[in-house]
């Protein structure tokens, strides 16, 4: 086995928090095993066109604590093309580089894929809000959005108690309902609307509301998933004119992308972080890195994006059976 002595990190697609402090933890694994990390900025862009910086201990200094990503992220069509990854390729090879680690989501594995047929070992880290990557639980970032969104519900509450109103949220999530799901238990929400499971306005939320009005209840919360296949303002109006009670909408949008992340988040980074490069300095690639039942372990990237995860049904039936 060729001893590996240059690895290179990227981030790519979505930033989420977390990803400076996995960055960080592939940074100073990788010189524990006495290896040298290059950090390339904005994604497979800064791959094609070499920007690249060399990282040292102190380089990622003091950034475990902030959101976002100091190499930059980016989407890059140029490497959806075998021309732009061949590029991608050329300049991995002209920095040195025995192996890359990419912290992003589904597409930036992809990318991924085809950099370790090409040769260059690629290994992934999940780095998403969404939690949408089907081979993990767990991917970095999403303790802390679901926090940064509970913390705007738990204010829009006592907006909405003040003024009896209904409360309509939309939470990011992409396709997936995730994000959702979690925020809508943990703020109590009367329903939660959630692309994988099919609701009926009029039963889950309009009869809730009347039930709840003759308790004495005056209002109520409704999480709806950016991907729940129809527009919130279109709900609210529904609900508005189904229960003559006042509604308002807000969509949190990127207030959930950022912010310091969560115990969860930089523990589950430095222990992804850390496989990622003990992978690649034996010289395995082609690999994400991933959690199950709190273990942290890894897989074939294809077998890993061809794996199925649907979202925790019980909690659904949980959520309504407790929202009263
Ligand atoms: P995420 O990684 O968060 O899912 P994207 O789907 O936007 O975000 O993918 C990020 C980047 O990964 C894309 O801009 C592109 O550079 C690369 N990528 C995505 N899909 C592929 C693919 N099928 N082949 C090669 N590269 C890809
Ligand atoms: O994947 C993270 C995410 O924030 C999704 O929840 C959302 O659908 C998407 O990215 C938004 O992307 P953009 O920043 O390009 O609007």
Redesign the pocket.
Known sequence: MNKVKKIGVLTS??DSPGMNAAIRAVVRSAIDFEMDIVGIRRGYNGLINGDAVALDSRSVSDIIQRGGTFLYTARCMEFMNPEGRQLGLEMAQKLGLDGLVVIG?DGSFRGAEKLSELGMPTVGIPG???NDIVCTEYSIGFDTACNIALEAVDRLRDTALSHEKCSLIEV???YAGHLALQVGVAAGATAVLVPEKASDIEKDICEKIREGRSSGKTHYIVIVA?GYKDKIDDIAKLIETQTDISTRVTVLG?IQ?GGSPTVMDRVIAARMGYRAVDLLRKGIGNRIVAIKNNEVVDYNINEALCMKKSIDLELCEICKSIAK
Do not use: A, C, F, V
Request: aromatic share 0%.
């Open positions: 697609g979505g989501g998403t809000i969404d990011m999530g992409r950016e990127h992308r």
